[in-house]
Structures are given as C-alpha cells and as structure tokens.
C-alpha cells in the first residue's frame, strides 16, 4: 500500500558527495520516522541514519560528520546528503518509513522499504 522509490545513487572518487532521495507514495496518513540503512558484500545490513517526526536523528558512529538525513514533509520525500565519501562506504543503501497509512474506515501502521540503490565510492 505504500511504496518507496529510491534515487541518487552512483559512483564517484573518494572525497566526493552523493545526494539520495527517497520517495513515498501511497494511501499515507503521516509518516513517523524514515531512515537509511546499508548493506555491504558480505556483511549484515547496518543503521546508517533515522530521523522521527519531531526531527531527532541517530547516526552510526562511522558517519556521524559526514552524512546529513533529512525531509521534505510536503513531498513526503527523504534525504541522505553523503558528503566526504570513503571506499568503505560502498554499499547498497537501502530508505525505510514507518507511520500510518488510511484505509477506508481505518489507519494501519505500514513498515516499508525501497529497492536499494547502489553507491561505490573508489580510491
């Protein structure tokens, strides 16, 4: 019922900036919080950065710095601004939102995840 689509990804040098978007569409009430995680070879997918509703923000300590998460609430779109790339960031980045969705004669809380977007920062 709701659906996120991903955009922005890419590969760029080390020292570079990435901006990637994150797009929600759908039956949507209010989205609560929206975060980033991500997931690279051989390793298990990782917090990157949350943000709620009333702007608090939780980074891993690995980004904290260098990445900015953000919202545009009239687009009902998210932001992870990645600035000062490092090849350890390479990885499939992955946008999640959790809130409430509107039915007919109801609201249900929804958990949805984009499709991942591909970043490759090289050296």
């Known amino acids: 019922q709701v659906q996120l689509v991903e955009s922005g990804g890419g590969s760029v040098q080390a020292g570079g900036s990435l901006r990637l978007s994150c797009a929600v569409s759908g039956r949507i009430f209010r989205i609560n919080a929206m975060g980033w995680y991500r997931q690279a070879p051989g390793k298990q997918r990782e917090l990157v950065a949350d943000?709620?509703?009333?702007?608090?923000?939780n980074y891993a300590d690995s980004v904290k710095g260098r990445f900015t998460i953000s919202r545009d609430n009239a687009k009902n779109t998210g932001y992870l601004q990645m600035n000062s790339l490092k090849p350890e960031d390479t990885a499939v980045y992955f946008c999640?939102?959790?809130?409430?969705?509107?039915?007919?004669?109801?609201?249900?809380?929804?958990?949805?995840w984009g499709q991942g977007s591909q970043v490759t920062v090289s050296s």
């Open positions: 943000s709620a509703s009333g702007g608090n923000t």
């Open positions: 999640n939102a959790r809130g409430l969705s509107s039915g007919a004669d109801n609201f249900k809380s929804f958990d949805s």
